[in-house]
Nanobody, 124 residues
């Protein structure tokens, strides 16, 4: 069983930055691919970014590519999402997810464990 706890969400003005963190329990963090998803009210949960076990390969959704960066620190059992140039349309609950595997995964159904989510609100 893996437990994931997100932090770092909040309220920010358009154009600002936030860094989300997701701390994972367990001793085999490096065996897991990690992903960040988001869900806005009335919309489906979509993959924002995903990263492979080593951090050497990553996926980004079209709407965030060039603005967001996913990274991980396996020594700290933590994955990060650096969000720059934030827009009001980035407002959503952001979720961290994990799946045992070596590559990255971008589909919600592929993930086994989920955090509780952290709210990100971007004001115009």
């Amino acid at each position: 069983q893996v437990q994931l706890v997100e932090s770092g969400g909040g309220l920010v003005q358009a154009g600002g930055s936030l860094r989300l963190s997701c701390a994972a329990s367990g001793r085999t963090f490096s065996s897991y691919a990690m992903g960040w998803f988001r869900q806005a009210p009335g919309k489906e949960r979509d993959c924002v970014a995903a990263i492979n076990w080593s951090g050497g390969s990553a996926y980004y959704g079209d709407s965030v590519r060039g603005r967001f960066t996913i990274s991980r620190d396996n020594a700290k059992n933590t994955v990060y999402l650096q969000m720059n140039s934030l827009k009001p349309e980035d407002t959503a609950v952001y979720y961290c997810a994990s799946k045992r595997g070596s590559r990255w995964y971008s589909r919600e159904y592929e993930y086994d464990y989920w955090g509780q989510g952290t709210q990100v609100t971007v004001n115009s």
